[in-house]
């Protein structure tokens, strides 16, 4: 009986002796050490990238905080809708707390991320050597737009360049964070494809055109004249784009990778941001009826009043109630208690009329098809007024008008009596009127705060509604942020 | 008398002619079989031996001498030699109290060896309240025990808590169940438990190692008595009417126009408003039976125990029930002299309805609203919805079995050794079906196409465990050595699917058969929200080496030392292994000699202890970065691209959280144990707590993504003590105990370094805002938010205070906390703890003749409950009835604010938290039962008869249900969401044994 007890045990004992028992791998799920390994898994990693830019947040914050802060723009949406939040946008009453702040700036580092696992992994991964430099070009191109973003809002920031960066960062000068954007799209623009090369289901990729674009735009905030003029007129010698006829279709759905198009924001008329939806247009789309949105960004009476007579593009950026717009009536948000259809002062002065932003008109008439918006990032028209700038600049003010005037040329929708050309070779007054021009052409598009600021004319501009100089030109970090940095993130000047 | 006297003489005029004598005897216990290893020692001298195999001894003495006769477990014994040469000794056991065995971790122990704080429960505390879950036995009976119902719905588990919240983490116990270990009970029924036994301090629990730092609750089934011979057999049945304790004050129609009317006119004659009372279309008394059959017994070589139950329970709410059967079989083999071999074994097969939560709709639904149109159809309930609409067309339900069981050897070898091996298995399946049929109430409330959605899921746990042990008297020694190696593994698997417009809608037809999911408009068929994966908290496998000593001094002295060495999947091969150690000392002070002059005390013992234990309860995947699916859109057309990169960065750094406990403890037994009391003081300091803590957004996690560390630490600290009387009075007998416990819970640490936020949120609101926040200084789970100081009377007022912008006179007065002129979130403070400070239980048993009487009370005191189903009003919904006192102009109300459908009134403040302290008559028993001179003649051992109450009534300020709230986590505790009701329970039942 003992024999039989002791063996009894030993079998045990003995089956007790294997091995790795306590190694659990991850059950269905990747994780780091498993992703990205392949060719197809670059691809995977580097298609996340652009999620990044359809995420709510990546406007600003969600709300088009940018254009509400410049003169182009109230907060929109119905009086009270907001107002705490949003509304302290339209007069700088924002502070360390300020609504949206966190998530733009939270979003544009989560896409740093993302290109981050792109650049990190994928030069280990064996694979075509064509496409992994492009699958890298993209990653560094998407990665120079987030930096850029941050370094406009907040100056120097934490340069992060790792997928799995150390907790603790302190901020990086805005020199570094711009070196490290120009070295990316110098990188994108040698290794990406013309966009003409791009087959249809690669559409909406990076490509050499978007890099030189963004360049010339990243230059021309560093008042580096000389490259920002070499990278535009890189993009317009590539022949690879052209004006829509149109001025609605530069950011219409017929001009959906268009000809104008250098880098848009794929989206799908679905109301969710994981089925393919984009919400941007669906912040700022109509109120009431249709229901397209919630009508924030309400252009304002100054803008409206600051287009030439008969510029098409007055009615191309904005949408007044009682238009039809691809057969839709525009009737609008029926509440004259919390939004009427025109606001008077004390002195009978109109100071608000119920309208909304024409850019991101999409057609149809509910909630959904709004979410198919594909917003552009850049369009050539922007290339065409950014070469403008930087050749009057540099003292080559003929070749600027002529960029200038093709413009001017697509504003005038065929009516020859409109909009004459600009004949301007002074440099400062050129400079201002392609500033005007670039208010007008880009209009509710995100450019025009940043535009006041970079040619120091925002304190002048923006002075009335608010807006500090040695303040205002940057947005505080949020809170949040710093408290969670315990120290080692400084704010910025005087919030 | 006078015997005595001429004894004591006869001894005095002997006294000088003493003599040594040997003096030989034999020692039996009651049954006459003889007692090996009792010591046997002359008094007052060093002089002693054993009793032999035989229980005989022989020992020199002189008749003047007395001689002491001691042996674990048995009362001890001092007889005079007189002239006597041969003294036989009968040793009866000691008292009960003291020499009842104690099932500790790995093995057992008498309870006068007992170093650690345990505490018991009987079969019989834990059959008074009819429940599902076993545990809920315990409310009330067992000091530093914590029982909580987080809802009322049938099938429902209440969360226990052991002195106090220790981590910011699952905090609850585990369960040990013959041996498996096990996150619920969920599956065993009452009547088939013999026995808890909670495990406290580290003593105890630290043989459970990285699993202990919470408590251990042992549970022991039934099995066959040795020696009962013939079969026994019981049936219990018992039928119970339940019944919601009371309504929540809302108003009445005609009340709800009236305010209404205050903040725009709009009802003409308020009389004329229709009153729906939603409550009592809502709830309604409901049933409950349960049944058991048993038989049980023994052989020389088996005993049994076999049982088979049912308890249905129909909740208050329709559409909300459960139904278990549970079947067990406890057999035991005796292969031969020296090997057995056992098998426990539970199969629970069950079915469970759940109810939508409407408990919040009909607390929110206007009563000026009526439940149906003239057509009889379901009237619209704006914002809320028609709660009676939500029910009809709810059809959630769970099915499923669990089986859990073991196989257990054991052998003796070389008399002291025991080897023991046992393989246990925990085994479940789940499969839950919803189906919505299309149907139109109102556009808010609509369901297009019917939906029909399934899920499964499984699990299986297996534990092994090999101990060798060693037991051994030798002369005044007692040594008990237990050492062991175990391996777990735990895996599972879900799955769900849904598909749309199934072509028919009754039950037959509840299947995703792809051909019948009928979509005419798009003319696809489609199964959608397919999902598939593990469950992150049932993945991991552990491996255990485990130690313990107890060592016992003459029954005096006790020393215990216990180590385990736990290594689990749950953290990265460089932080694995966690050592969790602890020692404790007993000193028995009653079996003292110079206790003797205290013939009041019957029993004394002290005992410490220290030691440490861990809690690995999280995810298997913290450790890792893992990746996460994206849709990307690209192309001309556009489509949508499928698009993987990495989601939140994991911690390959975390380790194990560890819990320090000291435990100071005092048993004392007054007047032949009549009193009983035990205390025990207790200081739980939990460190390296596993917590999700905020990191910065420029990591690229995403806003406010929180990333695990090893960055917490929380000490419980408090006094436990129960006190029982226990006498007969005549032919009444009784028992009176009172129990207590303290707590107080304060966080020490979160976070602390750059890069992790310090503070750790929780209790969210439906509109995103928290309402605790566990940091530094705080309990867990602290309430947090806006101080109020009346309500404003006037413009003046509101213009000479701090105040919102959007303030008005009739708003509540928030208060300045930092004193800088304004009001924002910086003058957010502590409102209070949702952790009691006190526990109090009180219970009193009494029979006479056939008759037995137990009356249980229970109480909780200083905690608080926040009220957060009033707190979230977007839109207009019915009020609690305080609303009636609200302001309505200068002098009005200095508490109650101006009625508002939302606002700055319903920030989070202190006018939602509110006192959750409550004593509750918890249990009334009555039984009866026949005299056995009837019962004898049908050939019925025992026939009981009883009916009993549990829940019966509540002392509450809490405006709610029941101050008995819980919560999702110990962050988002005591919240009341409007959580399902529990219910007032009154049975009647039969018990027979024949």
Redesign the interface.
């Known amino acids: 009986m003992k024999t039989r007890i002791i063996l009894f045990f030993s079998v045990i004992i003995l089956l007790t002796g294997c091995t790795d028992f306590l190694k659990t791998d991850p059950q269905g799920q990747l994780i780091e050490a498993s992703f990205p390994v392949s060719s197809s898994d670059a691809l995977l990693a580097t298609t996340a990238v652009y999620a990044a830019v359809r995420n709510w947040y990546y406007n600003s914050g969600g709300y088009p905080i940018l254009d509400i802060m410049s003169d182009d723009a109230y907060k929109g949406s119905n009086k009270n809708d907001q107002l705490a939040t949003v509304g302290a946008y339209d007069n700088f009453t924002f502070n360390t707390t300020g609504d949206g702040l966190d998530r733009w700036w939270a979003t544009l580092y989560q896409g740093i991320k993302w290109a981050n696992v792109v650049i990190e992994k994928v030069p280990d991964i064996s694979m075509d050597t064509t496409l992994r430099n492009r699958y890298l070009g993209e990653a560094r191109f998407m990665r120079g737009l987030f930096y850029f973003d941050l370094v406009r809002a907040w100056g120097g920031v934490p340069k992060v360049t790792a997928s799995i960066p150390p907790l603790h960062l302190g901020r990086a000068n805005s020199k570094e964070i711009y070196s490290l954007i120009v070295s990316d799209l110098q990188y994108a623009e040698t290794h990406l494809t013309k966009k003409s090369e791009l087959i249809s289901s690669d559409k909406g990729r990076a490509t050499a055109g978007a890099a030189e674009a963004l360049l010339a735009k990243v230059y021309l905030f560093q008042k580096d004249f000389v490259n920002a003029e070499k990278y535009a007129l890189k993009v317009i010698q590539s022949n690879e784009y052209s004006l829509e006829p149109w001025f609605i279709d530069a950011n219409g759905v017929n001009g959906n990778n268009g000809v104008e198009s250098i880098f848009e924001v794929g989206a799908l008329g679905v109301e969710d941001y994981n089925g393919g939806g984009a919400q941007y247009a669906n912040t700022q789309g109509v109120r009431g009826s249709p229901n397209r949105g919630w009508g924030f960004n309400r252009p304002s009476i100054d803008l409206r009043k600051s287009f030439e007579p008969g510029d098409t593009r007055l009615k191309g950026t904005i949408i007044d109630l009682g238009d039809t717009i691809d057969g839709v009536f525009i009737k609008g948000d029926p509440d004259p208690a919390n939004d009427p259809v025109i606001t008077l002062n004390q002195n009978g002065d109109t100071i608000n009329i119920q309208c909304y932003n024409r850019k991101v008109w999409t057609p149809g008439n509910d909630t959904p098809t709004q979410w198919a918006h594909h917003r552009r990032l850049i369009r050539y028209a922007d290339v065409l007024l950014m070469a403008a700038e930087a050749l009057n600049e540099n003292g080559k003010q003929t070749d600027a008008l002529t960029y200038l005037n093709q413009v001017r040329k697509r504003a005038r929708g065929g009516n020859i009596l409109i909009l004459p050309d600009v004949t301007i070779t002074d440099k400062n007054l050129l400079r201002d009127k392609i500033l005007l021009e670039r208010r007008h052409e880009l209009a509710l598009e995100g450019e025009r705060f940043w535009d006041l600021v970079r040619t120091g004319k925002a304190a002048t501009v923006l002075g009335p509604l608010g807006f500090v100089p040695g303040k205002h030109e940057l947005l505080p970090i949020h809170q949040s942020e710093i408290d969670i940095s315990q120290g080692s993130l400084t704010q910025n000047p005087d919030y | 008398m006078k015997k005595l006297v001429l004894f004591f003489i006869s001894q005095v005029i002997l006294l000088p002619v003493f003599s040594q004598q040997s003096v030989k005897g034999k020692i039996t216990d009651d049954k006459n079989v003889p007692v090996a290893g009792a010591s046997v020692q002359v008094k007052n001298t060093l002089r002693g031996t054993f009793s032999e195999i035989d229980g005989g001894f022989i020992i020199v003495a002189s008749s003047n001498d007395t001689l002491v006769f001691s042996m674990l477990g048995m009362a001890t014994q001092k007889i005079p030699v007189s002239d006597r040469t041969t003294i036989n000794v009968k040793m009866l056991e000691e008292s009960k109290e003291l020499n009842e065995v104690v099932v500790i971790g790995y093995g057992t122990v008498k309870k006068s060896d007992l170093t650690g704080s345990v505490a018991s429960i009987k079969s019989v505390d834990l059959t008074k309240i009819t429940s599902l879950n076993p545990e809920q036995g315990l409310q009330g009976k067992v000091a530093g025990v914590q029982v909580t119902s987080s809802s009322g719905a049938p099938g429902a588990i209440p969360s226990i808590l052991i002195r106090g919240v220790g981590t910011f983490n699952n905090s609850a116990p585990i369960f040990v169940v013959d041996g498996i270990i096990l996150d619920n009970i969920s599956f065993l029924n009452s009547q088939d438990i013999e026995s808890m036994n909670i495990l406290k301090d580290a003593s105890a629990t630290a043989i459970y190692g990285s699993r202990g730092a919470n408590g251990v609750i042992l549970v022991t089934t039934k099995t066959g008595q040795k020696g009962q011979g013939k079969a026994t057999f019981n049936y219990s049945g018992e039928y119970s009417r339940q019944i919601l304790q009371k309504k929540i004050d809302l108003l009445s129609g005609r009340d709800y126009a009236t305010v209404v009317n205050e903040i725009t006119p709009t009802y003409n004659n308020v009389d004329l408003v229709p009153n729906t009372n939603w409550q009592s279309l809502v709830f309604h008394p409901a049933s409950i039976q349960s049944h058991q059959l048993s038989a049980s017994g023994a052989t020389d070589l088996t005993q049994y125990y076999v049982s088979l139950g049912y308890f249905k329970q129909d909740g208050i709410v329709d559409k909300s029930n459960y139904e278990r059967v549970t079947f067990k079989l406890n057999n035991t083999y005796f292969l031969?002299k020296?090997?057995k071999v056992s098998n426990f074994l539970s199969i629970t097969p069950y079915k469970q309805q759940n109810a939508p939560n409407v408990t919040y709709s009909a607390y929110r639904a206007r009563p000026d609203l009526v439940p149906y149109n003239q057509d009889g159809g379901f009237a619209e309930v704006l914002n809320v919805g028609n709660p009676l609409a939500d029910l009809a067309y709810s059809n959630d339900y769970n099915k499923g079995v669990r089986g859990v069981g073991n196989i257990f050897?054991e052998?003796t070898?070389l008399k002291s050794f025991k080897?023991k091996?046992s393989y246990g298995i925990d085994a479940g399946y789940n499969q839950a079906t919803s189906f919505t049929p299309a149907y139109f109430v109102s556009p808010q409330q609509q369901n297009l196409l019917n939906t029909l959605n399934k899920g499964n899921s499984h699990s299986i746990a297996w534990l092994?465990e090999?101990t060798l042990s060693f037991s051994k008297q030798s002369g005044l020694h007692f040594l008990d050595v237990v050492a062991g190696?175990t391996?777990q593994?735990t895996s599972s698997e879900n799955f769900s699917v849904t598909g749309k417009n199934i072509i028919r809608t009754s039950p037959d037809f509840w299947y995703l058969n792809q051909s019948y999911i009928y979509d005419p408009t798009n003319g696809v068929n489609t199964l959608n929200s397919i999902s598939?994966?593990?469950d992150a908290n049932l993945?991991?496998?552990?491996?255990s080496y485990l130690f313990r000593a107890n060592y016992t001094y003459n029954s005096k002295y006790i020393l215990t030392a216990t180590f385990r060495r736990d290594?689990?999947?749950?953290f990265s091969?460089t932080n694995?292994y966690g050592n969790f150690p602890s020692f404790a000392a007993g000193w028995v002070v009653s079996r003292e000699h110079f206790m003797e002059k205290f013939p009041l005390i019957s029993n004394l013992k002290v005992r410490g202890s220290w030691g440490m234990t861990g809690n690995d309860k999280i995810g298997?995947?913290s450790q890792?970065?893992?990746?996460q699916n994206?849709?990307?859109?690209?192309?001309?057309p556009?489509?949508?691209?499928?698009?993987?990169?990495?989601s939140v960065?994991?911690n390959p750094n975390l380790k194990w959280e560890s819990t320090t406990q000291t435990d100071a403890g005092l048993e004392i037994g007054l007047i032949k144990n009549k009193l009983t009391g035990e205390f025990d003081y207790y200081n739980r300091l939990t460190k390296d707590i596993l917590i999700a803590l905020?990191?910065?957004?420029?990591?690229?996690?995403?806003?406010?993504?929180q990333e695990s560390f090893n960055a917490a630490s929380v000490k419980n600290t408090g006094f436990e003590g129960k006190l029982t009387w226990k006498d007969k009075i005549g032919q009444v007998g009784y028992s009176v105990s009172i129990l207590g416990s303290s707590i107080r819970n304060r966080v020490l640490k979160v976070g602390g370094?750059?890069?992790?936020?310090?503070i750790l949120y929780g209790g969210f609101l439906s509109s995103g805002i928290p309402v605790t926040q566990s940091r530094v200084g705080l309990p867990i789970g602290a309430f947090y938010g806006y101080k109020t100081n009346g309500v404003f009377q006037s413009t003046d007022e509101l213009n000479a205070n701090p105040h919102l912008?959007?303030a008005v006179p009739g708003d509540l007065r928030l208060v300045d906390v930092n004193n800088d002129g304004k009001i924002d979130?910086n003058d957010r403070t502590y409102l209070g703890s949702p952790i009691p400070k006190y526990t109090l239980g009180f219970n009193i048993g009494a029979d006479y003749k056939g008759f037995d009487l137990s009356i249980d009370i229970q109480g909780v005191y200083g905690n608080k409950i926040f009220n957060a189903k009033e707190i979230v009003r977007p839109d207009p919904y019915n009020w609690e009835k305080h609303v009636l006192g609200a302001w309505t102009g200068p002098g009005t109300s200095n508490s109650e604010p101006r009625a508002t459908y939302g606002g700055n009134n319903y920030l989070p403040s202190d006018k939602f938290v509110q006192d959750g302290s409550f004593t509750r008559l918890r249990n009334v028993t009555l039984g009866f039962t026949l005299p056995s001179s009837i019962t004898n003649k049908i050939a019925i051992s025992q026939l009981r008869f009883y009916v009993k109450g549990s829940n019966i009534y509540t002392i509450s300020r809490f405006t709610g249900y029941t101050p008995e709230i819980g919560g999702s986590n110990v962050i988002s505790n005591n919240i009341d969401f409007g959580t399902y009701p529990v219910s007032s329970v009154y049975s009647f039942g039969i018990n027979l044994t024949f």
């Open positions: 031969t020296n090997i050897a052998a070898i080897v091996t092994w090999n190696y391996m593994k598939n994966g593990v993945n991991f496998s552990m491996v290594g689990s999947s749950k091969s694995r298997y995947l890792y970065s893992i990746t994206l849709v990307t859109v690209l192309g001309n556009a489509s949508a691209n499928s698009a993987i990169t990495y960065s994991g905020s990191t910065p957004d420029y990591l690229g996690n995403g806003q406010g993504a370094s750059s890069g992790i936020d310090s912008s959007t979130g």
